[in-house]
Nanobody
């Protein structure tokens, strides 16, 4: 069993910063790409940022220059530093991981439960 648990969401004023964390635990053999998605009510889940196992990262155009994704391989943890937050960034953020479990030996997609980010004055 593999679990991804997010933390770090909350309320911030426009222009402020938040740092999201997501830790993977369980019967993990290795982790490939990890990333963050967000989903606003009534909309599809969209990719915010992703980082590969070799630390190559990518960002959506909406957040490029404001958000930074990083990971601690030893801790099976991915971070999302969000700066210059805008009201339109407010929604639920989901952590994603492509994890090779010790039980199956195969890579599968795993998701966290989501963490709410609210940007409001």
């Amino acid at each position: 069993q593999v679990q991804l648990v997010e933390s770090g969401g909350g309320l911030v004023q426009p222009g402020g910063s938040l740092r999201l964390s997501c830790s993977a635990s369980g019967y993990i053999f290795s982790i490939g790409t990890m990333g963050w998605y967000r989903q606003a009510p009534g909309k599809q889940r969209e990719l915010v940022a992703a980082i590969t196992s070799t630390a190559s990262n990518s960002y959506s155009e909406d957040v490029k220059g404001r958000f930074t994704i990083s990971r601690d391989v030893a801790k099976n943890t991915v971070y999302l530093q969000m700066n210059s937050l805008k009201p339109e960034d407010a929604t639920i953020y989901y952590c994603y991981g492509s994890v090779r479990s010790r039980t199956s030996g195969m890579f599968s997609a795993y998701w966290g439960q989501g963490t709410q980010v609210t940007v409001s004055s």
